[in-house]
């Protein structure tokens, strides 16, 4: 593990402060100065903002964006699934072999890559403050310099081969927050916040018991995809994910290994960012055996002046919590269900006439809410894959399933005070590259490769681009210029890049 920080010379604060003061007198003796430039539009968290809205803002709207056309083209050196940080006009990202690209928006100039060639499973990515580029490799988190990408630190939290690390780190206030998944038999996922001028650990906080409901030798359990969300208050809001075996093993079927509800599996949970300590969690979806876990990012949002807290998992449902005290407002279903939404409950209380293998699940394994929902104020914007599943044997592993390309999606748009929906688009493919919300339009990529722009009001499409290979990138937006990526390929001759749209762009080229 290496670790290296940013000193400033005692010279050098001496030198800075004259500067300041030299500039202090000149203005004062009515020299002539220049107004500050105003900030240039950006992207600055993962998804968006610290409550993990994915809304942007810029100049793209409905009456403009049939003049958004591609600006720039960059290749990639593998799969992709992150969404990117736009700040002071770099785009910065990671590609699932854990490169990272430095990009200038306005060109599609590459200013420096860091190679690391790690495979993850994604959906990783980077974030981005004080000078510093945050990221993470399969068994460690990592900090590089954001203006010319050399490694500051590099911190291993993982504490063996059976965890693994794929989300983008969350920031705030100088502290790097990341969590691992367990892959195998005894992991636990565990919550670590860093020093984020150090790498440093601060705390950390076990998402799962150790004991693993009493039989750590088959199961496992905890692990986040995604950032927390963060209020004014110092807490953060996670989302975490499902237990291990699923369905079974044929000693233990239908997750008998691990009886009960199996907390904090499948739960949102609020604690004090400052010091990991447990403010509520909120559990709903006990015992899951089909891999239905609640993945997505918490989102922040306020109703006739109360906090709540939404977000949404694979088991195809949205949920509303009470910010302060973690009880369900309400909660959604949304996409296709085929009548297993109890079946968890069924194989906690042992009733296993009520289960079948060979059954076809909908949602199914790569099903129902996937990705990151986005959130506007007053609608939260729901992605959904209708992509169903087969379980054949009562062995650990995931669903029997078709292509991926035969998955259908919808786009759903809820009342976030009530969870009422206000309309449902229905999409060809899967929605697998979230929602991003900006000005009268919600943005989301289909696994085909298509990228898609609907009225919030409606749901209408109002403009679409076909990409030149497959998607599961997600949309970032900055201004007039949007980012995302043909990230996986479907048949030969498709190319993996970084594709910039902006508005009235009137070149097409490609960057290397």
């Known amino acids: 593990m290496s670790r290296a920080a940013h000193r400033r010379t005692r010279r050098g604060v001496q030198l800075g402060a004259l500067a300041l003061t030299l500039a202090a007198i000149a203005a004062g003796c009515g020299e002539s100065r220049r107004d500050p430039q105003p900030a240039r539009p950006g992207w600055l968290a993962p998804n968006a903002d610290l409550s993990n809205t994915r809304r942007a803002t810029g100049s793209i709207d409905a009456a403009s964006v049939a003049r958004l056309h591609v600006a720039w083209r960059v290749p990639l050196r593998g799969p992709y699934a992150a969404t990117p940080i736009i700040a002071d006009g770099v785009a910065y990202t990671e590609d699932l072999q854990s490169n990272v690209y430095a990009i200038d928006v306005a060109t599609g100039n590459v200013l420096w890559t860091h190679d690391y060639g790690r495979s993850d499973t994604g959906p990783n990515g980077v974030n981005v403050a004080d000078g510093r580029v945050y990221g993470v490799l399969p068994n460690a988190v990592f900090a590089l310099d954001a203006k010319t990408g050399a490694q500051l630190w590099s911190t291993e939290p993982v504490r063996s081969d059976t965890e693994l690390v794929v989300m983008t780190p969350g920031l705030k206030d100088g502290t790097v927050y990341v969590s691992t998944v367990p892959l195998t038999n005894g992991a636990i996922g565990t919550l670590w916040a860093l020093d984020a001028a150090t790498g440093r650990r601060r705390w950390s906080w076990e998402e799962v018991p150790r004991d693993l409901w009493g039989h750590p030798e088959v199961n496992a359990g905890g692990g986040l995809w995604h950032p927390p969300a963060f209020d004014e208050r110092g807490d953060l809001y996670v989302a975490i994910a499902n237990p291990l075996p699923f369905p079974g093993t044929e000693a233990f079927p239908w997750g008998s290994s691990r009886p009960g509800p199996n907390r904090w599996n499948n739960s949102i949970v609020k604690l004090d960012a400052d010091t990991g300590r447990f403010r ?46 973690g009880a369900i407002r309400w909660r959604r279903s949304v996409g296709r269900h085929n009548g297993h939404d109890r079946d968890d409950v069924y194989a906690m209380r042992g009733r296993y006439e009520r289960l079948r293998l060979n059954v076809k699940l909908l949602p199914g394994g790569w099903g129902g809410v996937e990705t990151p929902m986005a959130s506007d104020g007053r609608t939260v914007y729901v992605p959904v894959n209708n992509f169903p599943g087969t379980y054949r044997a009562m062995r650990p592993g995931p669903p029997e399933q078709a292509d991926p390309i035969t998955g259908t999606g919808e786009l759903v748009a809820l009342d976030i005070a009530t969870g009422r929906v206000r309309w449902d688009r229905k999409l060809p493919h899967s929605p697998y590259g979230a929602a991003t919300v900006v000005n009268d339009l919600v943005f989301t990529t289909t696994y085909d490769g298509t990228v898609w722009a609907l009225r919030t009001d409606t749901g209408r499409v109002v403009w679409r681009s076909r990409m030149h290979a497959g998607t599961d990138a997600p949309v970032a937006i900055a201004g007039d210029t949007l980012v995302t990526a043909a990230s996986l390929t479907l048949g030969a001759g498709e190319t993996l890049e970084l594709v910039g749209y902006r508005l009235d762009a009137g070149t097409r080229r490609k960057t290397s």
Request: hydrophobic share 45%.
């Open 280 to 325: 509520w969690g909120t559990q709903v979806l006990p015992h899951d055996i089909y891999d239905w876990d609640l993945e997505c990012p918490v989102i922040l949002a306020s109703v006739g002046g109360q906090r709540v807290a939404l977000t949404a998992g694979k088991m195809g449902f949205v949920y509303s919590f009470d910010a302060d005290t």
